[in-house]
């Protein structure tokens, strides 16, 4: 299994751009996590799905923060219109069943700069 | 409401010295306990894991960590540290049968070891 994929690894864009980033899941796992990472907050849980639909997003931190899962291999969280303040690095993670009984799997994060 | 508390924001040992990194935790229910820990620029990889039984639980890269029920405590021991555990660990807590269900993760602690 190639684990958690996420994409891109790296990315770089001006203020004020759309960001998107990306996340492929292990096959079977059925919850899925959006954290983001700073040095300054630690690692924060923004919203989490459960068979594709959205179960809590009160860490989403503003309305310019968007997260979908169409179907139960990919999810994607948006940022529109970007910000400085959103650097960070963006963590998707997956888990089998609901909860975190069986524990998550990690991506490699994406770390995302707005200048 | 769970929740789980690293008390140290940095543990700094001696190469070959034995370790410790704290972790308290609080739960309604039964507690389901993780410890993860993060290498620099990468995600968050697992490390042990505490469902039931036996109160000393084995891990990876040599990793061992003791439930104590009556101290809510579950810390994560190395009887011989190197300088490659150096990293961010991760503590998480997951309420078993609670209406939150998902592992709560406390703020991490920078290990450093120094030869």
């Known amino acids: 299994d190639a684990g958690v994929i996420q994409s891109p690894r790296h990315e770089v864009t001006e203020m004020g751009q759309e960001v998107t980033l990306r996340c492929k899941p292990i096959s079977g796992h059925n919850s899925l996590f959006w954290y983001r990472q700073t040095m300054m907050r630690g690692l924060e849980l923004l919203i989490y799905?459960?068979?594709?639909?959205?179960?809590?997003d009160s860490g989403m931190p503003e309305d310019r923060f968007s997260a979908k899962m169409p179907n139960a291999s990919f999810s994607t969280l948006k940022i529109q219109p970007s910000e400085p303040r959103d650097s960070a690095v963006y963590f998707c993670?997956?888990?089998f069943g609901q909860g975190g009984n069986y524990g998550y799997t990690f991506g490699s994060g994406t770390r995302l700069t707005v200048v | 409401a769970q929740s789980v508390a690293q008390p140290e924001d940095q543990v700094n040992v001696a190469e070959g010295n034995p370790l410790t990194v704290k972790c308290t935790y609080s739960?309604?229910?039964?507690?389901?306990l993780f410890w993860y820990v993060q290498y620099p620029n990468r995600g968050l990889q697992f490390l042990l894991k505490?469902?039931?039984?036996?109160?000393l639980v084995k891990g990876s890269y040599g990793f061992e960590a003791e439930f104590n029920k009556s101290q809510t405590s579950f810390h994560l021991k190395k009887p011989s540290a190197l300088v490659s555990d150096s990293a961010l660990y991760f503590c998480?807590?997951?309420?078993?049968?609670?209406?939150?269900?998902?592992?709560?993760f406390g703020k991490g602690t920078k290990l450093s070891v120094k030869p």
């Open positions: 505490y469902i039931t039984g036996d109160n």
């Open positions: 799905f459960n068979n594709n639909v959205p179960i809590d």
């Open positions: 739960v309604s229910g039964n507690p389901y």
């Open positions: 993670a997956s888990s």
């Open positions: 998480a807590v997951s309420d078993y049968g609670g209406s939150q269900g998902n592992l709560i």
